[in-house]
Each structure stands twice: as C-alpha cells, then as structure tokens.
C-alpha cells in the first residue's frame, strides 16, 4: 500500500542517513522517489583525489596524517569525503605532502604529471612488464612488494590499472623486480631438481646451505640479508 510505501521510505532515510551515498544510489535505482531530498554524496567534492594521490605516492593514511599534522582517522573521514571543509592552510599542507596543486584537491583542476595520457599509458606499459617478470619468475607479490617498499594492496591498484603510481614508485617497483630476479635465480641454483617450479622463498633454501653460510633461519633478518654476502 502507499502508507506501506511512504513508511518503507522514512526508515531508508533514517537508517542511512550517515551514509549519503548509499542514499544516491537507492534513489538512482528507484528504491527512493525520485523527488528526495538528499545531502550532497560528499562534503568534499574532490575527497577521491585526496586518496588517488596518496596510493599513487605509495603513502599510508598513518604517514599522510604525520606530515600534515592531523590524525590518521581525520585523514580517512577527509578521504571518504565526511569532511565539510578544510581552510586554505590544510589544502596547502594536503598539497605539499601528496605532491599535487592545491587547486587539484579543492575543484579538480590543474591536474597533476602523473595524470597526464602520456604517461599513463606509458605506465601501464612498464607495469604490464613487472608484472610478467614477476608471473616468469614465480616471484611472490609480496616479496616483490616487500623489496619495494610497497604495500601490496597498492600494487594490487597499480596491477589492476585503477591508480596509476607516480614515477619514483614505479622507478622503485622495476628496480625490486630486477633485484628479485637475480635473488630467485641465485636461491633455484642450490634447490634439488625437481622443486624450481614453486614460488621462491627463503624457506625453499636446503638446510645444509643454510648451515653451510652459519645463518639462523629464525632470524628476521635472513630474508633481508639472504646471499648478500
């Protein structure tokens, strides 16, 4: 019934009322009338490029939140856009820190390098051939990652072409891959015939070699220092 209806519609919009953005997409599918009066989805009409730019620099929420002088949990409510506003000095701060003009974090314009078609594309390209260096080699994402200093929820975005990293981080991700190659093959060399096929890590390494190079395999710094002797 319509009363059925109408009621149906106050408990949407009282059960997510924190969460504009569900709201849009409710009324988009026709769960709401299409004459309701909803927020704006974000406080913040460029919160997205403030988590683009931070992924793209390989930067953490925690490691934005130090160099701006907030709390990691302001930067995410910044990031989902839950912020209303920020003042020119944080937009200043914001922009120095991710590397990018303050004009592209408040509007969208202005965009920064590393957006730019050229070098996307070109950056796939070099991704694509990390990519397969690393499927060749059977190296391990997270080893991979671990070289680069990179967390691997963000290769994961820069594999999947979602965030394009910007020229040092992708820099960082082709010297790893090269590093890792040499290591991989240097580890296959002592393995018994037969186990070359699995993903290398430190434990495929033979005791006897390991004992034969006097290194504690419980260490935390084995895998660090591994044949770099």
């Known amino acids: 019934s319509e009363s059925r209806v109408s009621q149906m519609h106050k408990e949407i919009l009282l059960r997510w009322r924190r969460n504009p953005r569900v709201l849009v997409l409710l009324r988009d599918e026709g769960f709401l009338r299409e004459d309701t009066q909803l927020e704006d989805a974000s406080l913040l009409p460029q919160a997205d490029n403030f988590r683009y730019a931070r992924i793209a620099h390989a930067m953490s929420v ?48 202005n965009s920064p390098d590393f957006l730019a078609p050229e070098y996307c594309n070109a950056a796939r390209d070099r991704l694509a051939a990390v990519e397969t260096k690393r499927a060749q080699g059977k190296i391990l994402p997270s080893h991979l990652c671990h070289a680069a200093e990179i967390h691997k929820l963000f290769y994961r975005d820069y594999r999947d072409g979602s965030i394009i990293p910007v020229p040092e981080v992708l820099a960082r991700l082709e010297n790893a891959i090269a590093i890792e190659q040499k290591r991989a093959h240097r580890i296959r060399k002592h393995l018994p015939n037969g186990t070359g096929s699995s993903p290398v890590s430190s434990s495929s390494i033979p005791a006897n070699l390991v004992r034969s190079l006097d290194v504690n395999i419980k260490l935390l710094n084995f895998k660090k220092n591994l044949f770099n002797i």
């Open 62 to 109: 925690a490691e934005l939140a130090n160099k701006v002088g907030l709390h990691r949990i302001s930067v995410g409510r910044i990031e989902r856009g839950k912020i209303q506003s920020l003042s020119p000095a944080q937009y200043a701060l914001f922009a120095q820190a991710l590397g990018v003009s303050e004009a592209w974090l408040r509007d969208g314009t």
